[in-house]
């Protein structure tokens, strides 16, 4: 242990409830840091468990991103017992894997037992088949069907999202009879805003909201008071179409059902939340190219997943530079078209990126249908004109001072109209095409769009400054 001075005397204060470890910029405090580092150091289990298992699990979860990596497992194994697994839940998949395969399975399974069916779902899923077998066969039989159950759904389904743990009666109950249940038994979920109604096969009828529940007489049959169900989610249905449904129809909690309309979970909103949150964190890294790339990866894993996209790029301006060379004789008795040509492109470039990240954008969010496209691509065309009317001017009439030649103002002006209106078509017909024939716009429409304004402005300011003064 230390010596006891005023930093230690912090260290080892009594549990403040009351403490934000947080800056004003929401990042975790660097004295709160330094603290939990040389508590670490010293082995400190007692200063541990009163500040940090305290901690909300998305506390603990941003304090295990924010501390350096050889501390996360020594926090981990100090804590013990006292280690909120969900917490593993709030870190990014590189950090989550490396404390979970360095926790023995026998923790793990003890672990999961106290968690939610969703967030233990979200934790074996990452483990390999011999480690996740080996924890589920040391659960409950009741808990391990239903774990068994959410994994062989598709990864990225409703199924791998929900909650197995929900509240069902049958439609000839009464609300006492209900109440008493909620208040008896003991294997309910912690928290939920809905009462489903199901038949004698677990196929759903119906459900019934708390406070209809709270307002109606005891005698009442729950049949008389139940609503049906008009957005039950099959549990094959990707999440992201899921968390659409959610926002379209203001839900809190949905049933989840089988292809039989059987009733098999519940998904929340808490769930959908983080859906949303990471459906668009992976369409912003997917438009630059950078794949699952997280921020703890380390060099070798971050040179694979950009490596792929920068290899394709580099044959996208293989062919821009070849557009070039037709023009070299033109390029070399005219040195000033050397130096306004990248200006075209780039122009061209920037214009068509901004139109595809609000047609990406709009296509995930589906905001853009076959219904609207055509007043859509009217829109973007219609901008990329007077877009490129202004900016010919503007630039028409710089290169044309710059080089005292207002003839290379003109020819500059028309190449930088042809390729606005290019980028504008670009921005928005490439992802529309890419999602029309089911590729993820997402992924490829920044290098179509790219190599498109790139070669188009090119092609269009070398080609007609060589018809218009004839070199």
Known sequence: MTETGEDDRIRRRPDDEGADIYDEDGNVRSDFLALVGAAIADRDTIFLRQNVARLHESEIGDLLESIQPDQRLALVRLLGDDFDMTALTEVDETIRREIVDQIPNEQIAAAIGDLDSDDAVYILEDLDKED??????????????????????????????????FVAVPPFWTVGQTIDYMREEEDLPYSFTQ???????????????????LRTKRQTKIEAIMRETTHPIPAEMDQEEAAHLFEQYDLLSAAVVDENERLVGVLTIDDVVDVIHEEADEDIKRLGGVGDEELSDNVISTVRSRFLWLMINLGTAMLSASVIGLFDASIEKMIALAVLMPIVASMGGNAGTQTMTVTVRALATRDLDIYNAGRIIRREAGVGIMNGIVFASIMGTIAGTWFHDYQLGMVIGAAMIINLMAAALAGILWPLLLDKVGADPAIASSVFVTTVTDCTGFFAFLGIATWWFGI
Not at 136 to 160: H, I, K, N, W
Not at 195 to 203: A, C, E, R
């Open 132 to 165: 996740r077998e080996e924890i589920l066969a040391q659960l409950p039989f009741t808990e391990r069907v239903r774990l068994r159950r959410a994994l062989d759904y598709p990864e990225s389904s409703a199924g791998r999202r929900m909650q197995t743990e």
């Open 195 to 213: 009462i489903f109604v199901i038949d004698p096969t677990f196929k759903l009828l119906g459900a019934v909201d708390l406070d209809q529940i």
